[in-house]
């Protein structure tokens, strides 16, 4: 490569990391552009014995220097933008992963916790304390208990409308919501 002018070697050089950036086919993080300093190219355009040609030309190529810097900038710009999509798109897919997995898990224990409860039965009249708790209802989630001369009655609340009422221990009557 012959080349005069240290300004026709550095617009060589810039035209070669232009190359060297342009052919980069997927947008990474990466640091900062390696951009060239344009002043020395200034130098003969501040000498006033150089002809007015060779001035002329020295600010043609620092404008050169200048456009190409400033389009390493914005090529790494848009670099950098297209890394943070790509990234935001990657950890939101990875959520929407995360939410349809924990709904498959919960899908899961719901099966689970029906075919249980088939399993154990539901409540019915005549049951004592201890099978009501062994059927698929439960401990309740909380109890009222009434102590008379006639004995205890016990009210055995399950979430909103369902009910358990035990005379001395045996289910007496039940009332639940119907779905």
Not at 20 to 48: E, F, K, M
Not at 53 to 79: P, V, Y
Not at 91 to 98: M, Q, S
């Amino acid at each position: 490569m012959n080349l005069r002018t240290p300004a026709l070697a550095i617009v060589a050089i810039l035209g070669m990391l232009g190359a060297a950036y342009g052919q980069s086919d997927r947008p990474t993080y990466v640091g900062r552009p390696v951009t060239v300093d344009c002043a020395p190219i200034l130098n003969p355009y501040s000498n006033p014995n150089l002809p007015l040609q060779t001035r002329l030309k020295a600010m043609d190529d620092f404008q050169a220097c200048s456009q190409h810097n400033q389009e390493l900038i914005e090529q790494w710009g848009e670099q950098q933008r297209a890394a943070k999509a790509e990234a935001d798109k990657a950890a939101a897919d990875a959520n929407n992963l995360k939410q349809w997995q924990w709904e498959q898990q919960r899908k899961k224990q719901a099966a689970a916790a029906k075919a249980s409860c088939e399993r154990k039965g539901g409540v019915s009249i005549g049951m004592t304390a201890d099978q009501v708790l062994a059927s698929c209802w439960g401990r309740p989630q909380h109890r009222n208990v009434t102590y008379s001369t006639k004995g205890s009655l016990e009210q055995w609340v399950y979430g909103i409308g369902s009910y358990v009422y035990l005379e001395d221990g045996i289910v007496t009557s039940i009332q639940a919501v119907q779905r």
